[in-house]
């Protein structure tokens, strides 16, 4: 089993990308909570250079109630995360596979809702 579900797009910059994928994310009903430029932390911490590679931290507020509902200790998963990297020839999109993310819980409601998780996330990215 993957644990993430991609889209490669190709000749696209890392900033249309994001607008792109932030868009399509709303469009599904998350909001991104968070935002990690992995690239300038790679530079700030570490002296060295990558490509652009952020990460953003997307939340479906009604399914992420609704999986605290069935797992309180869920949370520590939450929320979902979505790369974005530069790759030769464009961006790849990555969005976490919360069915395999949720394997390590024995719940079967909560294996349902990362389900239905799982299939936004996919609609969220096949536009971007």
Known sequence: MTYTINRMIPDASIDDVDARARKALADHG????TEIDVKATMKKKLDVDMPAYRILG???PKMAWQAIGIEPRVGAMLPCNVILREVEGGVEVGAIDPVASMQAIENAELHAVAGQVRDLLAKAVAPV
């Open 30 to 33: 998350f909001g991104v909570l």
């Open 58 to 60: 997307a939340c479906n």
